[in-house]
């Protein structure tokens, strides 16, 4: 099991500890309500330095992302970052990342860059896929090990940091970055991106300075009310925004379209691995759609409970649910016939010998800041 730069800290201060995507990873510390209500209210940090980062430098850098990956690389201007997935051959998604289109200071003329952010339970899948092919003029370096990763979350967190840096945070749009000093590191990323739905930054930096960074907003931020966040928060943040966790809601075997993930699904921009195979699901009709749910029972649908309709039949799988400590009710998604996504369609998930009344809702469920 490998550690991140942070774990002794995490250690120190009394986070429960567990093992996630092969690292020793904070689950919580306070108290999963308490934080992520911090996050909601106010700001809390997370460290995510178990996710993996590649750059992708070359001449044809452009080409090969714009083959490996589902939304439109041609959109992106220097300084913006976009969401997206890595189709595969079989029409299902190798991967969700975010694609990062960094300055061409450090290249050579002709040259783009940029960087891949990739989940840490795939950093070596998504490695050899996106190795496997490359057959243009570029070459991808794995900065995974090099690199730390903070998310700073909440809608108290741009005037929290603003003392912090000389760049202007609150200039940043939504899925804009600037590189600057923060916390005195120089070359620091700073990221207007994050997985709660509450604003925020994800703050990239070398890993062996991730700690004086974490401290230093802790120092500032925690007489104010910033408390450290763990995993467990992270999935009940990201869950209220219907944002999808691979290995849960995608995977190998689901569409980006059956997934609700057609936004990030470009197939007008040409040719990309996997688009035949979506044309084809578009063209024949979309069979089963991933919808969210809102249950009038106490119990929580978790990970893999069945899906069934009123006569008790099994039409679909839950992916992931929870308690929402903003609605105080349980949540989840799940897998259901294309008839039955709609929204205030009825279905039930089956829990023991029960089969419990869920509701077809809109996402996101929590509607409050972004």
Known sequence: MKNTALTDTHIALGAKMAEFAGYNMPISYSGIKEEHDAVRNFAGMFDVSHMGEFIV????????????????????????????????????????????????????????????????????????????HNSFDTRIINISDITGLLAIQGPGVVGLLQELTEVNLASIPYYSFKKGSFAGVDNVLISATGYTGSG?????AENEKIAHIWNEVFKIGKPKGLLPIGLGARDTLRLEMGFCLYGNDIDDT?????????????????????????????????????????????????????????????????????????????????????????????????????????????????????
């Open 254 to 370: 689901t569409s980006p379209l059956e997934a609700g993930l057609g936004w990030i699904t470009k197939l007008n921009k040409g040719e990309f691995i996997g688009r035949d195979l979506m044309l084809e699901l578009k063209a024949n009709g979309i069979k089963k759609k991933l919808v969210a749910i809102k249950l009038e029972d106490r119990r929580v649908p978790r990970h893999g409970y069945a899906v069934v309709d009123e006569g008790g039949k099994e039409i679909g799988v839950v992916t992931s649910g929870t308690s929402s400590p903003t609605l105080n009710c349980s949540i989840g998604l799940c897998y259901v016939p294309t008839e039955l996504s709609k929204e205030g369609s009825i279905v039930y998930v089956s829990v023991g010998s029960k089969n419990l009344k869920a509701e077809v809702v809109k996402l996101p469920f929590y509607k409050g800041n972004k």
């Open 200 to 204: 925020g930054f994800e703050i990239y």
């Open 57 to 132: 430098k070359g001449k044809q850098a452009f080409d090969l992302i714009q083959k490996v990956t589902s939304n439109d690389v041609s959109k992106l201007e220097i300084g913006e970052a976009q969401y997206s997935c890595m189709p595969n051959l079989t029409g299902g998604i190798v991967d969700d990342l975010l694609v990062y289109r960094l300055a061409e200071d450090q290249c050579a003329e002709g040259e783009k860059a940029y960087m891949l952010v990739v989940n840490a339970s795939n950093i070596q899948k998504d490695w050899d896929w996106i190795n496997s």
